[in-house]
Nanobody, 123 residues
């Protein structure tokens, strides 16, 4: 499966962005999906994940209550709605796909990655 992330940009603290990740090449509903992020000089970390059907979601504590992951299997797209953004949310955001049924927070479970989209939150 090929993944194309978009929607990043520059926003002020307290603002919002919605990231999209369009999938192609395989049956999208066969994959659990995740969003990860990597700040400059830091390791890539988990942000949010959603199960194949969209029934189950999982969030990192740092984004819980502010970010919402969703998917549209008819449109082969997964979204990340990011509200109340903070400067510490600044990172390159990556979408990823896993053959797992469930929403997983573990990077190594994801075999397919998009190219990343930059999110910058100014204070």
């Amino acid at each position: 499966v090929q993944l194309q992330a978009s929607g990043g940009g520059l926003v002020q603290a307290g603002g919002f962005l919605r990231l999209s990740c369009a999938a192609s090449g395989r049956t999208f509903s066969n994959y659990a999906m995740g969003w990860f992020r990597q700040a400059s000089g830091k390791e890539r970390e988990f942000a949010a994940a959603i199960s194949r059907s969209g029934t189950n979601t999982y969030y990192a504590d740092s984004v819980k209550g502010r970010f919402t992951i969703s998917r549209d299997n008819a449109e082969n797209t997964v979204y990340l709605q990011m509200n109340s953004l903070k400067p510490e949310d600044t990172a390159v955001y990556y979408c990823a796909a896993s053959f797992a049924m469930s929403a997983l927070p573990t990077l190594r479970e994801y075999g397919y990655w998009g190219q990343g989209t930059q999110v910058t939150v100014s204070s």
